[in-house]
């Protein structure tokens, strides 16, 4: 390979790589209206955004007393600010109405709330 193919592979690699990384770095365009509606939408979706996105939330099912202890895990291990006994029960209320529990298949656990 000549010097200046080599060049022009390391700049196109360089480019795309680049591109790569400021599209992952790029903010999602994600609104309250992504979560299904309901009282305390909006306060969950700004409370959960802060620290990922929404498919996260979405992707789960569970029961009120798994959304407490998840709310409750990622207070201890990942510096969730402890909520206002008033906005925690709404998020709780609204996380569990949403995104209820569904029937997991048999022997499945949660990798979240693994200790």
């Known amino acids: 390979m000549t010097r200046r193919k080599g060049a022009a592979l390391l700049a196109a690699s360089l480019l795309s790589f680049g591109a790569a990384i400021a599209q992952a770095q790029t903010p999602l365009a994600e ?3 992504d979560f299904p509606p309901g009282p305390g939408r909006e306060e969950t979706f700004y409370i959960c955004t802060a620290c990922h996105s929404i498919a996260l939330v979405k992707a789960q099912s569970l029961s ?3 959304w407490a ?3 409750s895990l990622m207070q201890r291990r990942h510096g969730l600010t402890p909520l206002d006994p008033a906005l925690g029960a709404q998020v709780l209320d609204y996380l569990s109405t949403a ?3 569904r ?3 048999r022997g499945f656990t949660n ?3 693994t200790p």
């Open 103 to 105: 029937t997991a298949p």
């Open 64 to 66: 009120r007393d798994a």
């Open 111 to 113: 990798p979240f709330l």
């Open 99 to 101: 995104f209820p529990q």
């Open 31 to 33: 609104t309250p209206e």
């Open 69 to 71: 202890d998840t709310i």
